[in-house]
Nanobody, 123 residues
Framework: QVQLVESGGGLVQAGGSLRLSCAASGRTFSSYAMGWFRQAPGPGREFVAAIRWSGGSTDYADSVKGRFTISRDNAKNTVYLQMNSLKPEDTAVYYC????????????????WGQGTQVTVSS
């Protein structure tokens, strides 16, 4: 049974930093890509960043480029999202997801999801 468990969310002031973690279990993820999405109040989840387990290629939404960094620890089966220079508009529930597909920008591309972790950035 695949499980993705996020942690690391919380309340932070604008300009601060947080590091989110996503612990993956239940299968071998070497052929997968892992993505981070976020959802503010309202419909739709927004792509934030993604990384391939094998090779480590990454991509980011324009809104977070230069501020967020996605990384993985193969030994721990964990993906991280380091978030710096946080802004109030980064406030959302952040979700980790896994896909075996070649595309990774929309939620429908993903096969498995975590339960989400709340990030709140105060001004």
């Amino acid at each position: 049974q695949v499980q993705l468990v996020e942690s690391g969310g919380g309340l932070v002031q604008a300009g601060g930093s947080l590091r989110l973690s996503c612990a993956a279990s239940g299968r071998t993820f070497s052929s997968y890509a892992m993505g981070w999405f976020r959802q503010a109040p309202g419909p739709g989840r927004e792509f934030v960043a993604a990384i391939r387990w094998s090779g480590g290629s990454t991509d980011y939404a324009d809104s977070v480029k230069g501020r967020f960094t996605i990384s993985r620890d193969n030994a721990k089966n964990t993906v991280y999202l380091q978030m710096n220079s946080l802004k109030p508009e980064d406030t959302a529930v952040y979700y980790c997801a896994a896909t075996q597909g070649s595309s990774w920008y929309v939620p429908d591309d993903y096969d498995y999801w975590g339960q989400g972790t709340q990030v709140t950035v105060s001004s």
